[in-house]
Nanobody, 119 residues
């Protein structure tokens, strides 16, 4: 199993980024997927989850209306579109297999991608 996150970077408040997570080593379309993040000195927290077929999503209250999770099962990739970014969104972002709600994680983390929101 391999999960490779990409797309992070430095962005000004109010800006946008699109994260990608390329998956391999398992049947991607059989698994629900989630994005988590971990800010310095804080615990890792759920950001968003999407069901295996992409028909249902779940978001943390802090990102509702700003972030959108999606997936392309033909490309074995899950995405996180992040708009109206705030400094408090600064964190390392990780994708992982999960339960449909994202509350339960399955397997190991990837290396993550750093998102820094700062002027």
């Amino acid at each position: 199993v391999r999960l490779v996150e990409s797309g992070g970077g430095l962005v000004q408040p109010g800006g946008s980024l699109r994260l990608s997570c390329a998956a391999s080593g398992f049947t991607f379309s059989n698994y629900h997927m989630s994005w988590y993040r971990q800010a310095p000195g804080k615990e890792r927290e759920l950001v968003a989850a999407i069901t295996a077929a992409g028909g249902s999503t779940n978001y943390a209250d802090s990102v509702k209306g700003r972030f959108t999770i999606s997936r392309d099962n033909a490309k074995n990739t899950v995405y996180l579109q992040m708009n109206s970014l705030k400094p408090e969104d600064t964190a390392v972002y990780y994708c992982i297999r999960s339960s449909s709600s994202g509350a339960l994680r399955i397997g190991s983390w990837g290396q993550g991608t750093q998102v820094t929101v700062s002027s």
